[in-house]
């Protein structure tokens, strides 16, 4: 006998006659009050059957939608980028301020509304290896003449210099972000690297430059690990070399080089000059990171000088850099306040450049304070403008750089 599952509601046709209790057959119930056979079909269907039907057309259009959506979402994401990229392309550093501005502005904007909740998926990440490939293409394919360099901003705080004969990497990371970034690893003669935080020191483009015969050079520090935060490296007296702490196989022992906090090396002609300074974006003690062993780095190629920062500031004992010539002065862009400490260590410096913006590891809460709305405050037409010191333009060159960016810059402006 064929059994059926009488907790249906709707019976079919034929099966009103199988052994369910009364209540559950609806199709040939009487109408108790004229005694005629209730009609339930229409266009030979039944009325349930139709709200069944409806149901599940209402359920179909819903799935598809649903499945679209995220297709849909992913095309509108795609030609957002496709008019990022043309713009940033038709806007480059040294293009009018109204329209580079504009699209600095519109970069913020993008990075707000498709902020990733996945560092490496979306359509930021898929940006940055973008402009990473964009920038890889051109630092391979580049020719700088004697007595030039040319720069390109990677992500966060890294840089490429490239002279007529050698490649210098700055705090080159990201790769948690775009993979790509371990291809700029590979390019390298030499790879500085001021301290190491994973947003600077970057493990995948450490192994990419050691493998390529690159130089990694750090401030060589006594230090130890402070398994209590985050097994963070700091600044112990008694500790070990950092170059000894970070050499964790052969190939990469080969590789690093250290320089004394204070000290001066040569690479392959580049004259390489540490500056300790202390990891504390807030200029305090209780600033977690604070014993980071942290050095700004001034390096001579090609007759130009670059000076960057790092994540290092100065309190108490600063350096006195007024007799260095100092052609790119690259920093890490906190606040106004900040941006004029920088100006007045370096007043002579040619161009600076606001860097650590847009850090996607730091978290959303970037958005309030490291985009380029923010470094802006301190730009008025193209220079560096002080907002609480005089002289309020100080005719040095500001200029904020998108993700795979260049500058040119030559001993004779």
Not at 61 to 70: D, E, F, N, T
Not at 168 to 190: Q, W
Not at 239 to 244: A, T, Y
């Amino acid at each position: 006998m064929l059994k059926v599952n009488c907790n249906f509601r709707h019976i079919p046709d034929g099966f009103q006659n199988l052994n369910c209790p009364k209540k559950n057959r609806l199709v040939h119930e009487t109408n108790h009050k004229n005694g005629v056979p209730r009609n339930n079909t229409v266009f030979g269907l039944q009325r349930n059957h139709l709200i069944l039907i409806a149901a599940i057309l209402i359920a179909a259009l819903g799935l598809a939608i649903w499945i679209k959506a995220p297709f849909a979402t992913e095309q509108l994401s795609g030609n957002q980028t496709k008019v990022l990229v043309e713009n940033i392309l038709k806007t480059p550093p040294g293009s009018s301020p109204e329209d580079r501005k504009n699209t600095l502005l519109a970069f913020d904007d993008f990075i707000s509304k498709n902020f990733p909740l996945t560092l490496n998926q979306g359509p930021v990440a898929n940006l940055l290896e973008l402009r990473t490939k964009h920038a890889i293409e051109e630092i391979r394919s580049t020719r700088v003449p004697e007595g030039s360099i040319k720069v390109w901003y990677i992500y966060n705080i890294g840089v490429v210099i490239k002279t007529s004969n050698v490649t210098i990497g700055i705090d080159v990371a990201g790769t948690y972000v775009a993979p790509s970034i371990a291809d700029v690893g590979s390019l390298l003669d030499i790879l500085i690297v001021t301290h190491p935080h994973g947003d600077h020191l970057d493990a995948n483009v450490a192994a990419a430059a050691a493998k390529a015969g690159a130089k990694i050079v750090v401030a060589d520090e006594k230090v130890r690990i402070d398994y209590s935060n985050q097994n963070n490296l700091v600044r112990d007296p008694d500790g070990e070399s950092m170059v000894k702490v970070l050499a964790g196989s052969a190939s990469a022992a080969e590789a690093l080089v250290g320089v004394e906090p204070g000290g001066t090396i040569m690479i392959k002609g580049v004259r390489i000059t540490a500056y300790p300074a202390e990891h504390s974006s807030l200029n305090s003690a209780d600033d977690s990171f604070s014993a980071t062993p942290t050095d700004w780095f001034y390096v001579e190629a090609s007759g130009l000088c670059i000076l960057h920062t790092g994540d290092g500031f100065f309190n108490d004992v600063k350096p006195d850099f007024s007799d260095k010539r100092v052609d790119l002065y690259l920093v890490h862009y906190v606040d106004g306040m900040v941006a004029e400490d920088y100006f007045k260590l370096v007043p002579q410096s040619r161009i600076m450049v606001p860097l650590h913006l847009h850090e996607l590891g730091h978290g959303r809460g970037i958005i309030d304070y490291a985009l380029f709305r923010n470094a802006l405050e301190q730009e008025s037409g193209g220079d560096l403008w002080l907002s609480h010191a005089v002289p309020q333009d100080t005719g040095m060159r500001y200029v904020p750089l998108i993700w795979g960016e260049s500058l040119e810059m030559s001993v004779n402006p």
